[in-house]
């Protein structure tokens, strides 16, 4: 079984300035999806990036991007030029390209304050 | 358009009793996902449909819990004789069809007393 793992329960970072959220996977697949979701107080999960494992280029989504080492099974996310409604609970999470497999896997999230 | 719609927002019932949770997904969307989010357990699976069928419901942790879905839109998650531990939020996505991009619902919040 796909497992994710996020070593960071809390994070915080000073506005305007750059933060990287940890995650790290295991799986034997070589063919999957790696997102990071954004749960804001409000409780609704908002998909921030998506990364498609057999892409090699890291996928970027304005000031938000990832560094994706598969071989590290590594997937973080940037935040860039923070701003006070990044505040969120973020996860990272797996899906198999399994056509049968539609079920997201996920980290146990990270809280991310924004000190203005 | 609209989104994915949870009721109730909040849900409050007695140790035994029976609920239902209720999901609408977004409109056209084959695919719908129930998620549960726990202190204890973090974010799990629940079960997945496609159309009115569902081909993985591995994610159920027990025989009280089941789900059904009608005419390929609103889906019901029923808890039978809630236990405390069964209090979490219980989150409903959609997407388009299968490894499309899913959309969460703002969940329903369960407390068990």
């Known amino acids: 079984a796909q497992t994710v793992t996020q070593s960071q329960p809390e994070m915080s970072v000073q506005e305007a300035e750059t933060v990287t959220l940890s995650c790290t996977y295991d799986?034997?697949?070589?063919?999957?999806?790696l997102f990071w979701y954004k749960q804001p107080p409000s409780r609704q999960m908002i998909l921030v990036i998506r990364?498609?494992?057999?892409?090699?280029q890291n996928a970027t989504e304005n000031r938000f991007s990832v560094n994706f080492q598969k071989a590290a099974k590594s997937f973080s996310l940037k935040i860039s030029d923070s701003q006070l409604g990044d505040a969120a609970m973020y996860f990272c999470?797996?899906?198999?390209?399994?056509?049968?497999?539609?079920?997201?896997?996920f980290g146990q999230g990270t809280r991310l304050t924004i000190n203005p | 358009g609209a989104g994915v719609s949870q009721s109730p927002s909040n849900k409050v019932t007695e140790k035994g009793k029976d609920v239902e949770l209720r999901c609408d997904p977004i409109s056209g969307h084959t695919a719908l996902y129930w998620y549960r989010q726990s202190l204890g357990q973090g974010l799990e699976f629940l079960i997945y449909?496609?159309?009115?069928?569902?081909?993985?419901k591995s994610g159920l942790p027990s025989d009280r819990f089941s789900a059904e879905r009608t005419g390929g839109s609103v889906s019901t998650l029923t808890i039978q004789r809630t236990q405390q531990e069964d209090s979490a939020v219980y989150l409903c996505?959609?997407?388009?069809?299968?490894?499309?991009?899913?959309?969460f619902g703002p969940g329903t919040r369960l407390t068990v007393t």
């Open positions: 990364q498609e494992a057999y892409k090699q």
């Open positions: 999470a797996y899906r198999s390209a399994d056509q049968g497999a539609q079920k997201l896997v």
């Open positions: 996505a959609s997407s388009l069809g299968p490894d499309e991009r899913q959309y």
């Open positions: 449909f496609q159309g009115n069928s569902a081909p993985d």
């Open positions: 799986t034997s697949e070589s063919d999957y999806y």
